[in-house]
């Protein structure tokens, strides 16, 4: 049966990293993010950018998306910090600990290469990012990180997906790695936000060892493109001998990758038969 | 008795008979075995009992053939996934197959299309393929169709060049969709989405509807996934602003997506293969979407702008 009517599951916990396709999915995302802390009475601590420079212009920003914060920023619960008092080692550490003293039950920060620019190197950067994978194992904060429109980031997709364990993606679409070798795919994909399926499925082929096992069961769509950017992106692996697995397909991706020829690429397993194995 | 070697031919075999089916096929399956062509008789009808006791042989495949003559777009499309596969394994595909025009009428003009679109879809492979037409219960207007679209007609008395046959573009021309709108377009639109630039809320807001009007899941899941590549093909290719209209009854339903863009001047865009073995293969969206519903079909307003149609039955 059709899984086009199952919402996308909620994954704005963790070390994320939100590859937005366009700004208006910039900004929804954001707005999830933030909606999910007040739902959950966390701290919110947003990094000062160009897009958001203020309290204000943050709050506008998520009133538009419907999202309402103007009592959480009175109270304290969402600050907007600079830079400067965010991107570093010790700072992070002190906001969070301050917010945990405050009494707040969980952290949740947002920021951006963007928005660390002025502040670190693109290697200081990267390691920092290593810091926000362990505030979120060893503290359970939730980072957001923001790489604006991929196509025009510094970083190479390929290796910032390495670095969030929780997932990356976007408001349409997302993928985690529970562990090496293996990528839960979730939501929907098509010409919008292919080439993230794609550089997120290039990512986990360089952590794999003989197998790929890529997790079908919450992709609620894919569209022909989708199918063709994981036969592009998983070619090299493949090549070089490694298999990718494809699990919890629908009966109508099995059909389209039928159609397609695309389904000779992969070892395929519906949603029926991993269930009767389970 | 033998046949030409060139890459793609689409013959027409004519028979009146159980033994005129077996002597004029005999040599078409027999120059396949020797030349090591992969080899396959269609037909779920007692003629296939025939030639199956006429042809005791583990190369030659015997198929009730209920898969690819599914529809005429499906027959076409699988046809070139088995020319893929085949002469990419250095073997020449040899099919040999009854056509099932039926009473519709609307069914009968696809499989009327789908006869001169072979010689055009299959072009850039080694095929060879031989139509069986029984005279004695083929419709006169359907043997003048078999005569305008083979390059050869074969009979128990041989194999002769088919004088009757029209170019394909010509007579494709003849055969293509009018502008006229679907008897379905008179009603009101069950859905009405304006200015569209992405594929995504369409999907979300057809499949609601589709559902809401009684759509069983298994039909509305095929038809969602062809209107979103239809739509992509709007978006990326022709020009805002793209709309949606959705229609529907208790029997069928038909989704029209059109931009404001010079039109598609190929009606029969998306038959092509878009597989590696066609050098001048495009883009597999409207390929892959033609097969996901019951007709999908291209005009061009007499202002430019395309309109591409695609519909389903639910009574099947």
């Known amino acids: 049966l059709t899984r086009l009517s199952t919402p996308v599951p909620n994954w704005w916990d963790g070390h994320l990293l939100l590859v937005p396709a366009s700004t208006v999915a910039d900004r929804a995302g954001i707005a999830a993010w933030a909606q999910r802390g007040l739902d959950l009475g966390e701290k919110l601590i947003y990094v000062a950018d160009a897009g958001s420079s203020s309290t204000d212009s943050l709050l506008s920003s998520l009133a538009r998306q419907g999202v309402e914060a103007a009592d959480a920023a009175t109270t304290g619960q969402l600050v ?61 904060v939730s980072a957001l990180c923001r790489y604006g429109a991929f196509k025009t980031m510094d970083h190479s997709l390929d290796s910032a997906a390495a670095q969030h364990s929780s997932g990356v993606g976007e408001q349409q679409f997302h993928a985690r790695s529970p562990e090496p070798g293996r990528l839960c795919l979730n939501g929907e994909v098509d010409t919008a936000n292919d080439t993230i399926l794609a550089a997120v499925v290039t990512a986990a082929s360089t952590r794999a060892g003989h197998t790929l096992l890529l997790d079908c069961q919450g992709l609620a769509f894919a569209s022909v493109s989708a199918w063709r950017a994981l036969v592009e992106a998983t070619e090299a692996f493949r090549q070089a001998g490694g298999e990718v697995r494809l699990t919890g397909l629908s009966k109508l991706d099995e059909r389209v990758l039928r159609i397609t020829g695309f389904g000779s690429c992969f070892a395929l397993e519906s949603a029926t038969a991993q269930g009767n194995a389970s | ?153 074969v009979t128990t008395e041989g194999t002769f060049h088919n004088d009757g ?40 807001e057809v499949l609601r509807a589709l559902l809401s009007g009684g759509v069983p899941l298994v039909r509305a899941d095929g038809f969602v996934t062809a209107i979103s ?69 291209i005009t061009t307003g007499p202002t430019g702008g395309a309109t591409v149609r695609v519909s389903v039955s639910i009574d099947r």
């Open chain 1, 80 to 140: 907007v910090v600079e830079p400067d008092h965010f991107y570093s080692v010790d700072a992070y550490d002190r906001l969070v600990t301050e917010a945990y003293a405050q009494g707040y039950p969980g952290v949740r920060t947002c920021g951006g290469p963007h928005a660390a620019g002025p502040i670190l190197s693109e290697d200081q950067f990267v390691r920092f990012e290593h810091t926000l994978e362990q505030m979120w194992t060893t503290r359970q």
């Open chain 2, 1 to 153: 008795m033998t046949f030409e070697a060139v890459d793609c031919v689409h013959d027409v075999l004519l028979f009146g008979s159980d033994d005129e089916l077996v002597a004029a096929t005999t040599p078409f399956v027999l120059d396949g075995v020797a030349a090591g062509d992969f080899v396959i008789v269609y037909g779920g009808d007692r003629h296939v009992a025939v030639l199956r006791d006429a042809f005791d042989d583990p190369r030659v495949h015997f198929d009730t053939g209920t898969d690819i003559y599914r529809s005429a777009t499906s027959a076409i499309a699988e046809y070139q996934r088995i020319c893929e596969r085949e002469n990419s394994a250095g073997r020449r595909v040899r099919a040999t197959g009854p056509l099932s025009f039926g009473d519709n009428p609307v069914i009968r003009a696809q499989w009327m299309q789908y006869e001169a679109l072979v010689n055009r879809a299959l072009r850039p492979y080694r095929f060879f393929g031989l139509c069986r037409y029984d005279t004695r219960t083929t419709p006169p207007e359907l043997l003048d169709i078999a005569f305008q679209t083979h390059h050869h007609v």
């Open chain 2, 165 to 204: 046959k029209r170019t394909e573009d010509q007579l494709l021309r003849d055969l293509a969709p009018t502008d006229e709108p679907d008897p379905l377009e008179t009603t009101p639109p069950v859905l009405a989405i304006d200015d569209i630039s992405a594929p995504g809320p369409v999907r979300h």
């Open chain 2, 229 to 297: 590549e239809v739509v992509t093909n709007a978006v990326q290719h022709g020009r805002p602003q793209v709309i949606v209209r959705l229609y529907g009854d208790r029997h069928r339903w038909l989704c029209a997506v059109t931009d404001d863009g010079p039109g598609i001047s190929d009606p029969y865009t998306g038959i092509d293969s878009p597989f590696v073995g066609n050098p001048d293969r495009n883009g597999m969206g409207l390929w892959v979407a033609r097969q996901l519903c019951d007709q999908l079909t």
